[in-house]
């Protein structure tokens, strides 16, 4: 593998802040400390398009982002400064846009169909749609909307869409109709790509590769791997054709998870490390007075498990059964003597009692013993809900939907695509709805998090980075992201609330109008996400309402939205706020989720892995889900409080606090690299009457320490006689400079509550 970051900045890229812009701030970002600047995708998106993930064109960077000359000019300045670039690459799908001729790929496909050279980039399920792509355009029936379509020239017009004439290799389909193409989860205009074919591979890796073998690429980061047909596979040949160059991988493990040891990478994109970063800051003992308080709020469900399953259960039948319907078709072709009814029955209960968002299956190869585990702890699942007259059936389909059935065409083809079925389907039913249903601790509803997991134990917490530091030495760690349900430190401030649960609990007792229209579930999310986000102006709160209540699909919806529903929750939003008594609630927690705040940020910016700070989060990051979190970023203030900080200024408020933690922590990781390398983690014992509120651990020559649960830690007294288990002094905290001859903990974190101690001058 080629020299991994040290760290990386997360830039969204956007028309209104392309390769200029960051190349404006190499500068800055050099003097922040980190060492790579990572970048969202560059290739030609769709028109519009604010986040990249959606390109139309492989064979062009970006035109509204600078094209390639801003690439290569902002590649150039961020050398100057020291800096390397990582990529966002989008191997999984492309867009369909509008209008259709954008494409270079799909208007073929729609003039010539199967006969187009371009037919194999599109996984279509041509006999489905009698030889003809399925494309579901039309804001109501054909025969509703036929006097929107206008014939002009050799061209068929509707609205923004423009499709070829005579147009025999295509149909156009109401909205509500499925495609017959694969999606990227339920987005009808994101069609999967058969990147497993080395043509379509080639062609929609040729710019990326040409960047990385001119040294302008350093890193690449892997959207989606869970939707290949391959996953590994296709690491192997991105592996061979960059020479080894580091990449991570957007995979989201749950529970005990592990990513698979034989995929060719360097780890994942952190939403595992920000997981347990995030719940080893989660008072236990709060568990039972939490739940006790939500259920009270809301009169249930008390069962997390239950609520994703039927939400992921709701998703099979209706937002991806297209997907559904097509690997249902591909299992009877494979097994066509079986009752097509009964074993559909038993697909979707084996689909939902997918624990993980695939297993590591590829036709034709050994399976691995987790996967075994994972696919047999499923099928248990899914006997227990069926009638006992299905579980022959379910014994009949499972070998095959696990690949253990052989490797014959048709079985292969059910082994793929029950993969690619079953993680759009957990990161619909559950990020994406029974998160939104079920809020007893929105902290812990994160990505790839189990809002049944309440909170992490320090020793688990030292277990997980141990196996970071032998196993996953270079994986990506982080606290935010472009997809995070809401940023680091509104997770930080929700995580006080379990210390203050008593507080809280009168709170929302108060601030819960006797004729709230909402349903109880999003009035809890609500009040939840007002403190997390407070001072929230009223527009950002309404962006929020509508999305979570449609995300959550109880009362409105995407696809079905409620307008009396939701103008009667806006309107409630509007108004029920009591800005004096949430502003005096924030007052109360603001001590203990500063403590959070700065604990959180050290602990991942120095434990096992590459380091990364999405974009703003060098500051309080108090955004919500996207596009929230994609706001413009003042990097104006940003220099001018770094050079004040920088210049020996204390620290002003609670935002310099955090850049102070931030610059000085990724400053020491970049002088000292041999310091967070592999095998270099020892957690760091605290002895005394507060031991339990602190979590250390060294890297090489360094020590971390962090407060925890610092509510608890006030009552009972302060830290008192604490100290590290450490040798004597003197140790030099470099965050704040000062120099400590023991470790007591009294003294060492008596300014801020947190340190990263060293000796000598380093």
Same mark, same amino acid.
């Given at each position: 593998m080629?020299?991994?970051p040290?760290?990386?900045?997360?830039v969204q890229?956007?028309? *209104?802040?392309?390769?200029a812009?960051?190349?404006?701030?190499?500068?800055y970002?050099?003097?922040? #400390?980190?060492t790579?600047?990572?970048?969202?995708?560059i290739l030609?998106?769709a028109?519009?398009?604010a986040h990249?993930?959606?390109?139309v064109?492989h064979?062009?960077?970006?035109e509204e982002?600078g094209?390639e000359? #801003?690439f290569?000019?902002m590649?150039?300045?961020?050398? *100057?400064?020291? =800096?390397?670039?990582v990529v966002?690459?989008v191997?999984?799908?492309?867009a369909l846009?509008?209008?259709?001729?954008l494409?270079p790929?799909?208007?073929?496909v729609?003039s010539?169909?199967?006969?187009s050279?371009?037919?194999r980039? !599109? +996984?279509v399920d041509?006999?489905a749609?009698?030889?003809?792509i399925?494309l579901? &355009?039309?804001?109501?029936p054909?025969?509703e909307?036929?006097?929107?379509?206008?014939e002009?020239?050799?061209?068929?017009?509707?609205h923004?869409?423009?499709?070829p004439l005579p147009?025999d290799?295509?149909?156009?389909?109401y909205?509500? *109709?499925?495609p017959n193409?694969?999606?990227?989860?339920?987005?009808?205009?994101?069609?999967? =790509?058969?990147?497993?074919d080395?043509e379509?591979?080639?062609r929609?890796h040729e710019v990326?590769l040409r960047?990385v073998?001119?040294?302008?690429? +350093?890193?690449?980061r892997?959207?989606?791997p869970? @939707?290949?047909?391959?996953?590994?596979?296709?690491?192997s040949?991105l592996?061979d054709?960059?020479?080894?160059?580091?990449?991570v991988?957007e995979?989201?493990l749950?529970?005990p998870?592990?990513?698979?040891?034989?995929?060719?990478c360097a780890?994942?994109?952190?939403?595992?490390a920000?997981n347990?970063?995030g719940g080893?800051?989660?008072?236990?003992a709060?568990?039972?007075p939490?739940?006790?308080?939500?259920l009270?709020?809301?009169g249930?469900?008390?069962?997390f498990?239950? &609520?994703a399953?039927?939400?992921?259960?709701?998703?099979?039948?209706h937002?991806l059964?297209p997907?559904?319907d097509?690997?249902?078709r591909?299992?009877?072709a494979?097994?066509?003597s079986?009752?097509?009814?009964?074993?559909r029955?038993?697909?979707?209960?084996l689909l939902v009692?997918?624990?993980?968002?695939r297993?590591?299956v590829?036709?034709?190869e050994e399976?691995l013993?987790?996967?075994?585990?994972v696919?047999?702890?499923a099928?248990q699942?899914a006997r227990?809900?069926?009638?006992?007259?299905?579980h022959?059936?379910?014994?009949?389909?499972?070998?095959?939907?696990?690949?253990?059935? @052989?490797c014959?065409?048709?079985?292969?083809?059910v082994a793929v695509?029950?993969q690619q079925t079953?993680a759009?389907?957990?990161?619909?039913? &559950?990020?994406?709805t029974?998160?939104?249903?079920?809020?007893?601790?929105?902290?812990?509803?994160?990505v790839?998090g189990?809002p049944e997991?309440?909170?992490v134990?320090?020793a688990e917490?030292?277990?997980?980075?141990?196996?970071l530091?032998?196993d996953?030495?270079?994986t990506?760690?982080?606290?935010?992201t472009?997809?995070?349900?809401?940023? *680091?430190d509104?997770?930080a401030?929700?995580?006080?609330l379990?210390e203050?649960?008593?507080e809280?609990t009168?709170?929302?007792g108060?601030?819960?109008?006797?004729d709230?229209p909402?349903e109880?579930d999003l009035?809890?999310?609500?009040?939840?996400?007002v403190?997390?986000a407070?001072?929230?102006?009223p527009?950002?709160l309404?962006e929020?309402?509508?999305?979570a209540?449609r995300e959550a699909?109880t009362r409105?919806?995407?696809?079905d939205?409620?307008?009396?529903?939701?103008?009667?929750v806006l309107?409630y939003a509007?108004e029920?706020v009591?800005?004096?008594?949430?502003t005096?609630?924030?007052?109360?927690m603001?001590?203990?989720?500063?403590?959070n705040?700065?604990g959180?940020?050290l602990? %991942?910016?120095?434990?096992? #892995?590459v380091?990364?700070?999405? %974009?703003g989060?060098?500051?309080v990051?108090l955004?919500l889900?996207d596009?929230?979190?994609r706001r413009?970023v003042?990097?104006?203030?940003?220099?001018?409080r770094l050079?004040? !900080?920088?210049?020996?200024?204390?620290?002003?408020?609670l935002?310099d606090?955090?850049?102070?933690?931030?610059?000085?922590? =990724?400053? !020491?990781?970049?002088?000292?690299?041999e310091?967070f390398?592999?095998?270099?983690?020892e957690?760091?014992?605290?002895?005394g009457p507060?031991?339990?509120?602190a979590?250390?651990?060294?890297?090489g @020559?360094a020590?971390?320490v962090a407060?925890?649960l610092?509510?608890?830690?006030?009552?009972?007294?302060?830290?008192r006689?604490?100290?590290?288990?450490?040798?004597k002094?003197p140790w030099? +905290? &470099?965050i704040? #400079?000062?120099v400590?001859?023991d470790t007591? =903990?009294?003294?060492?974190?008596?300014?801020?509550?947190v340190a990263?101690?060293v000796?000598?001058?380093?």
């Amino acid at each position: 593998m080629s020299e991994a970051p040290v760290s990386t900045y997360r830039v969204q890229l956007r028309r *209104e802040f392309g390769f200029a812009d960051v190349a404006g701030i190499a500068g800055y970002l050099a003097d922040l #400390g980190v060492t790579h600047v990572y970048l969202s995708p560059i290739l030609q998106a769709a028109p519009g398009s604010a986040h990249g993930y959606d390109v139309v064109d492989h064979t062009r960077i970006s035109e509204e982002l600078g094209g390639e000359d #801003g690439f290569r000019a902002m590649a150039a300045r961020l050398h *100057e400064a020291g =800096l390397r670039i990582v990529v966002d690459i989008v191997p999984n799908h492309m867009a369909l846009p509008a209008p259709e001729d954008l494409s270079p790929v799909l208007w073929p496909v729609l003039s010539e169909g199967r006969g187009s050279p371009y037919a194999r980039w !599109l +996984d279509v399920d041509w006999e489905a749609g009698d030889g003809r792509i399925v494309l579901p &355009v039309l804001g109501g029936p054909p025969e509703e909307v036929r006097d929107e379509l206008v014939e002009d020239g050799d061209v068929l017009r509707y609205h923004d869409h423009v499709f070829p004439l005579p147009g025999d290799h295509y149909r156009l389909a109401y909205w509500r *109709e499925g495609p017959n193409y694969r999606r990227f989860f339920e987005i009808s205009t994101l069609a999967g =790509l058969r990147v497993e074919d080395p043509e379509v591979f080639d062609r929609t890796h040729e710019v990326i590769l040409r960047l990385v073998r001119e040294g302008l690429i +350093d890193g690449l980061r892997v959207d989606h791997p869970d @939707g290949l047909a391959a996953p590994r596979a296709y690491l192997s040949r991105l592996t061979d054709e960059t020479r080894g160059m580091w990449t991570v991988v957007e995979k989201i493990l749950t529970g005990p998870e592990e990513l698979a040891p034989d995929w060719p990478c360097a780890g994942t994109t952190g939403y595992d490390a920000l997981n347990m970063v995030g719940g080893v800051f989660v008072d236990p003992a709060a568990e039972g007075p939490l739940t006790e308080a939500y259920l009270a709020f809301t009169g249930g469900p008390g069962d997390f498990a239950e &609520v994703a399953h039927q939400a992921k259960r709701q998703m099979a039948e209706h937002g991806l059964r297209p997907e559904v319907d097509r690997l249902h078709r591909a299992l009877q072709a494979a097994l066509p003597s079986h009752d097509p009814d009964q074993m559909r029955r038993a697909l979707v209960e084996l689909l939902v009692a997918m624990p993980v968002y695939r297993v590591y299956v590829e036709p034709g190869e050994e399976m691995l013993p987790h996967t075994r585990r994972v696919v047999a702890e499923a099928v248990q699942a899914a006997r227990r809900r069926l009638p006992e007259d299905l579980h022959p059936v379910l014994d009949t389909i499972a070998p095959v939907v696990s690949g253990e059935a @052989g490797c014959s065409d048709l079985a292969a083809e059910v082994a793929v695509r029950f993969q690619q079925t079953a993680a759009p389907l957990m990161a619909k039913g &559950v990020e994406d709805t029974a998160f939104y249903r079920w809020s007893r601790l929105a902290a812990r509803n994160e990505v790839g998090g189990e809002p049944e997991r309440f909170a992490v134990t320090p020793a688990e917490f030292h277990e997980f980075c141990a196996r970071l530091a032998r196993d996953w030495p270079f994986t990506m760690t982080t606290l935010s992201t472009h997809d995070t349900k809401r940023q *680091e430190d509104v997770r930080a401030r929700l995580a006080a609330l379990a210390e203050l649960d008593e507080e809280w609990t009168a709170a929302v007792g108060r601030w819960r109008a006797p004729d709230s229209p909402l349903e109880p579930d999003l009035e809890y999310l609500l009040w939840q996400t007002v403190v997390g986000a407070w001072p929230l102006a009223p527009e950002r709160l309404a962006e929020y309402l509508t999305k979570a209540m449609r995300e959550a699909k109880t009362r409105t919806s995407w696809t079905d939205p409620d307008p009396a529903y939701e103008e009667a929750v806006l309107a409630y939003a509007r108004e029920c706020v009591p800005e004096e008594d949430v502003t005096a609630f924030v007052a109360l927690m603001e001590p203990y989720a500063r403590a959070n705040m700065l604990g959180q940020k050290l602990v %991942q910016l120095a434990m096992p #892995g590459v380091a990364d700070v999405y %974009q703003g989060c060098e500051l309080v990051g108090l955004s919500l889900v996207d596009p929230d979190n994609r706001r413009p970023v003042d990097y104006g203030e940003r220099r001018r409080r770094l050079a004040r !900080l920088d210049a020996g200024e204390s620290p002003r408020d609670l935002d310099d606090e955090k850049l102070l933690v931030t610059s000085r922590t =990724l400053r !020491l990781r970049r002088r000292h690299p041999e310091w967070f390398g592999p095998d270099l983690y020892e957690p760091v014992e605290a002895t005394g009457p507060a031991a339990g509120h602190a979590l250390a651990f060294r890297r090489g @020559g360094a020590v971390a320490v962090a407060t925890r649960l610092p509510a608890g830690l006030e009552a009972h007294g302060g830290w008192r006689d604490t100290a590290l288990d450490l040798p004597k002094g003197p140790w030099r +905290d &470099v965050i704040t #400079g000062a120099v400590h001859e023991d470790t007591a =903990l009294e003294r060492v974190l008596s300014h801020l509550p947190v340190a990263l101690l060293v000796q000598g001058d380093a």
